[in-house]
């Protein structure tokens, strides 16, 4: 809880999220007078995020003598672990590891409009390099979606003290915790619920040198050469899981899986709303929507999509009386463009619209071998004209 001082030396300040595995706090270093994130794990679990953040640290064998300039840009935009230590509680043994912290996550900021053209390129051009660094040292991040990118704080955020972030943030809040039968609570539950603190912004107000990316999540990673993963065991949001963890769910996953949730993810920052929507519906009507936005699927994953009677008529065509979804380029002019020029957040221009729908087209290749690599994703020409000059000014 706040105000807890953890393994001797880090002063719980604040909660900084949760989800399925663990819990985020914001703690201040008692003697280095700086911030962490400390990851609590739920008890008794084996976190396997931990090795792969240890590999991602080390330097690549080939650079180990050579200086820091040729290192890959893309590895400071991932996790940097810095501690582990075990915690002992009423539910039983917690790992936990410390990391950088992060102000806030991308999906936070998406319900707040829309990021200045600028910002939104050069936070697409730093997701695609975080990816391509941790590709680059055999992994597959395998959970590509806003909640996991985060925003780094500025460098003067540790001469803050906690005073200070109290006074800019406000105090951390608590809501009660009660049974709804007004029995008491079991051993081992909190009396007080902490609700996790955003730092972000809007996204309307970030201003280049904001966009400081952090990758984080590595639970999902896998090394496909070493540890193959089944589409069938892929773990991604529906709404960004690639197709063929669901079409070919008996087939190994690779590096291209990533492409796809990439692709998405990169829509997603820049209209702020996802390109496929997992929003009350299942994953068979995901499918659909993803043939309605991007065309037919591989005849062989149709003919034994059970559902598909429920969606297409015989020759593929949408079934009258559904909804169905724009076409990739209608999509970008409804979905996106109608609304950045709407919000005067800056509006991309037909040789950049043409450029960036080619990006996106071809991560969003049904078939996985067909996918661009993050080196050609770098290499193409919406990334090198438009995004990476975008990138460099927010060095
Ligand atoms: N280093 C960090 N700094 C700030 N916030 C963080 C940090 N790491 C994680 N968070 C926040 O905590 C939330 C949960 O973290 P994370 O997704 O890593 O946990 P998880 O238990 O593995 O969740 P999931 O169920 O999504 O796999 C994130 O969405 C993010 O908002």
Redesign the pocket.
Known sequence: MIEDILDGRYRVVEK?????????W?AHHVCMKRYI?I?V??ANSQPR?ISVLRALAMHPPSSSSSSSSSRHLGQNLV?VPLDEFQLHGPNGRHSCYT???????L??ISFSRLFPIKVARALAYKLALAVSYVHSRGYVHG?IHL??V?VKPPATFDELSVEQLREEYGDPETVPVMRRDGKRLPPGVPSKAVV?LCMGKDAKEFVPSDARV?L??F??SFAPDLDPRLGEDC?TPVAMRPPEAFFEPGLHLSYSADIWSLATAIWEIIGMKALFSSEFVGIDEVASQQIDVLGPIPSSWFERWEARTLFFDEHGRPKKARHVWPRLNDAFEECVQKYRRKLDAGEFSREETAALLDLMRRMLSFRPEERPTTEEVLKSEWMVKWALPDFEASL
Not at 16 to 24: I, K, N
Not at 99 to 105: D, L, R, S
């Open positions: 900084l999220g949760y989800g399925g595995y663990s819990t985020v914001l994130a990851k794990c739920i995020e996790p990391t950088t912290p992060a102000m806030c996550n999906r936070e959970d909640r996991n985060l996790p952090l984080s999540d639970g999902e773990k």
